[in-house]
């Protein structure tokens, strides 16, 4: 039944607000029972409602709600969180998503409190703003009428707030936090470029907001770290890792998609024939802080020229450091495939694989059947037909 009146709202959204419904139309709606999504939530790929709670609401709720977590998906917020507060920032990109439902004069029964001067900034730059201590719950709001201006003083913040009429709510569930999977990522990243296209062509523009949207998707200008964090979370996200519903609720229409507790298993092969020397100080800097922020890890660290050298594992138990006093082991000529042949004669079965080289080397003709990215030096070239690659930049 909710399933129903999912799809039909989506036909009705795409009538209302043609972009951002030709964006849902490509993303699987997911209803579901028990505790797993208390409001709604979304990997990029799908987006899971609660049953209870969307059962609840009536026309205009739920189509807010469907164009809030469709938004979402356009803005990328899955990935762009990485270190910060999970819940701190979700409540600054249900933020970043009101003001353009703003533009787009939509109405809104979940609004915030917010400072208006925060119109067209970033979930980055609202998430300072918030402060380091924003309210608890921003549920236990008591309505009050619209846009009554009021001074918040909830844990010692002093900021001002605007609570609208209605429950303010962050739709996301902090606790619950699906795992953005890069092949989503990709495959979202060209539905909203062709949403956009098809809008473009029908109006003869798109609005500013919009437009810098696009154009920041169609040539993305980010730096190896923000590459190197998407990466990895994409590909494992922490210590929640969502699965597809079970079988056995299907034929009762539930769909209860689970978690299972993680620990991130990784591989870093690098290169010593003398080229990423001066690189590995601020690699290994931005690669522990990575790793000590999702809690248990195992990192196994091989050297290789042209063979194997050494062999280093690390834990949350024994934590890479991010001043690792490195002791570089073998400078021959390069070959790619001995660290791939270790992970396989030693059945470590990483998540990830990172190949930190200047790419000057011999890889392996097919791909193995986990993600493997190749970290390049500033003047690397990537003689990999497989796997993604990015490039160190100083600075």
Not at 30 to 44: I, L
């Amino acid at each position: 039944m909710v399933l129903k009146s999912l799809e039909q709202d989506r036909q009705k959204l795409l009538l209302r607000q043609p972009f951002i419904g030709m964006v849902l139309m490509n993303l699987e709606l997911v209803p579901t029972s028990g505790d797993c999504v208390k409001t709604a939530c979304t990997d990029g790929a799908r987006i899971m409602f609660s049953i209870p709670f969307y059962a609840k609401l009536n026309l205009e709720e739920r189509l807010f709600v469907l164009a809030h977590e469709a938004w979402h998906c356009v803005l990328m917020h899955g990935l762009r969180c990485q270190t910060r507060n999970q819940r701190r920032f979700n409540i600054a990109a249900d933020l970043e998503i009101h003001f353009i439902l703003q533009k787009e004069k939509m109405k809104e029964p979940f609004v915030l409190p917010h400072k208006t001067e925060w119109d067209g900034l970033s979930a980055e730059e609202i998430y300072e703003r918030l402060g380091h201590k924003p309210p608890r719950d921003y549920r236990n709001y008591v309505p009050r009428r619209e846009s009554e201006h009021i001074r918040g003083k909830e844990n010692g913040e002093g900021f001002d707030q605007h609570v609208y009429a209605g429950s303010a709510t962050s739709l996301e569930d902090a606790e619950s936090q699906p795992i953005w999977n890069q092949d989503a990522v990709e495959r979202l990243r060209r539905f909203v470029i062709q949403a956009a296209q098809v809008m473009e062509r029908a109006q003869g523009h798109l609005p500013a907001y919009l437009q810098g949207i696009v154009e920041r998707l169609r040539k993305p200008q980010l730096s190896w770290r923000e590459l190197l964090r998407q990466f990895v979370t994409s590909c494992y996200g922490g210590s929640r890792r969502w699965l597809p519903p079970s079988r056995r609720y299907l034929t009762k229409k539930l769909y209860l998609p689970s978690y299972r507790s993680d620990k991130l298993n990784a591989v870093l092969a690098i290169d010593t024939s003398g080229s990423t020397t001066d690189d590995l100080p601020q690699f290994f800097a931005e690669l522990s802080s990575l790793l000590n922020s999702f809690g248990k890890y195992e990192l196994t660290v091989i050297q290789c020229d042209r063979e194997i050298q050494h062999v280093e594992t690390f834990t949350d138990a024994r934590r890479l450091p991010r001043n690792y006093e490195w002791v570089s082991h073998g400078h021959g000529g390069t070959c790619f495939k001995p660290p791939f042949e270790y992970v396989k004669a030693h059945n470590l079965k990483p998540a990830i694989f990172i190949y930190l080289t200047d790419g000057d080397g011999n890889a392996p003709e097919k791909a193995p059947k986990y993600p493997v990215l190749w970290v390049l030096t500033q003047d690397g070239q990537n003689r990999a037909k497989w796997g993604r690659a990015i490039r160190l930049k100083h600075g």
